[in-house]
């Protein structure tokens, strides 16, 4: 799984970078900041499913896996991320 820890590095700065856009478009707003985020999220993660899904139709089993666990650490840390964010 080399490619596992690029993925999901990618994965977690792309949540890094609209958790921030979220919290400044939103002007502190705690109930927006928790829908627009749960939404990015749940786009987020259909995204890396197709992709996964797109991958191992072309064959490449291991990328496809990597996308798979990418979306399970999206799942788990773009939606803690979605709380904390409303919470500040």
Excluded: P
């Amino acid at each position: 799984m080399k490619n596992f820890g690029k993925i999901a590095g990618f994965n977690l700065l792309a949540i890094l970078a609209y958790s921030g856009v979220i919290r400044l478009i939103t002007l502190g707003d705690q109930m927006a900041i928790a829908i627009m985020s749960a939404f990015a999220v749940g786009i987020h993660v259909v995204i890396s499913l197709a992709v996964a899904g797109v991958s191992a139709g072309n064959g490449e089993k291991e990328r496809a896996r990597a996308w798979l666990l990418a979306s399970l650490v999206v799942l788990l840390v773009g939606f803690s991320t979605c709380l904390g964010n409303a919470s500040l």
